[in-house]
C-alpha cells in the first residue's frame, strides 16, 4: 500500500486512528503512562488484515509466539516477529507492577523472553523479562511510506496490546502533512506514541 497506489497517506492513516479512537482515554499520571493513552475498539481499527490476524493470534495463543528466524533475534523485521524485551521507558504505557505472571501463559512468555530476548539489555530489557514484548508489526512490502515502522507492545501480565503506527514517534499536523515528534515529554500534550487496542476477537 502506498500513497502512489492512491491508498492512504500517512496523514490520513493517523487521522483515520484518531477518529476510531475513544475519546474517554487512560490520562497520564506519576505511575503512567506519561501521556494520554487512547484506546480503540479493535473493530474499528483501520490497518491492514494482516496485521489484525496478529493482534487476534497474539491475544488467542497459549504459549509464547514469535515468527523470528532465529529465536535470539531482537531485530526481524518480519511480520510478528518478537524483537525484545520491552522496558516501557519512557512510560508511554502503564507500568506493571507485578512481576510475576499470574497465568501459565504469562510464565511461559516470561521464561521465552529471558531465555531468548535477555540480550536485548542494551535496548532497555535488563536481565529479566518486564512484562512487556515488543513485536514486528508491518513489513516493508505494505505502507510504502514506512508500514515497517509498526509496532506491537504486548502485556503478558494482563494480556493487553497495544500498537505505535510510528516505532514510538508521536506527531503532530501542519497543513496537510504529518511531522513526527521523537521522544515528546511527560505531560506535554503531544499524543502518546502507543493506542491501547481493545476487545480483539
Given at each position: ?5 492512491g ?12 477518529e ?38 497474539l491475544?488467542?495463543s ?32 502503564p ?68 500498537f ?19 521522544k ?18
Open positions: 500500500m502506498s500513497e502512489r497506489d491508498k492512504k497517506s500517512s496523514y490520513e492513516f493517523i487521522k483515520a486512528l484518531e476510531a479512537a475513544d475519546p474517554d482515554c487512560v490520562k497520564a499520571c506519576k505511575q503512567g503512562p506519561i501521556l494520554d493513552l487512547y484506546r480503540i475498539d479493535f473493530r474499528y481499527l483501520p490497518v491492514d488484515a494482516r496485521i489484525k490476524q496478529l493482534m487476534r493470534t491475544m488467542q497459549t504459549a509464547p509466539y514469535d515468527c523470528s528466524a532465529i529465536a535470539t533475534s531482537i531485530g526481524d523485521d518480519t511480520l510478528g516477529a518478537m524483537r525484545q524485551i520491552h522496558s516501557n521507558t519512557p512510560c508511554y504505557l507500568q506493571l507492577t507485578a512481576q510475576q505472571p499470574a497465568s501459565a501463559r504469562g510464565q511461559l512468555y516470561h521464561t521465552y523472553a529471558q531465555a531468548n530476548k535477555h540480550h536485548s539489555a542494551d535496548r532497555g530489557g535488563g536481565n529479566c523479562a518486564t512484562g512487556y514484548v515488543e513485536y514486528t508489526a508491518g513489513d516493508l512490502d505494505a505502507y510504502g511510506w514506512g508500514g515497517n515502522r509498526f509496532r506491537i507492545v504486548f502485556d503478558y501480565l494482563n494480556a493487553r496490546l497495544y505505535a503506527p510510528l516505532h514510538y514517534a508521536s506527531w503532530r499536523f501542519s497543513g496537510s502533512q504529518l511531522e513526527t515528534v521523537d515528546p515529554a511527560a505531560f506535554s500534550g503531544h499524543p502518546n506514541p502507543f493506542f491501547w487496542i481493545t476487545d480483539i476477537k
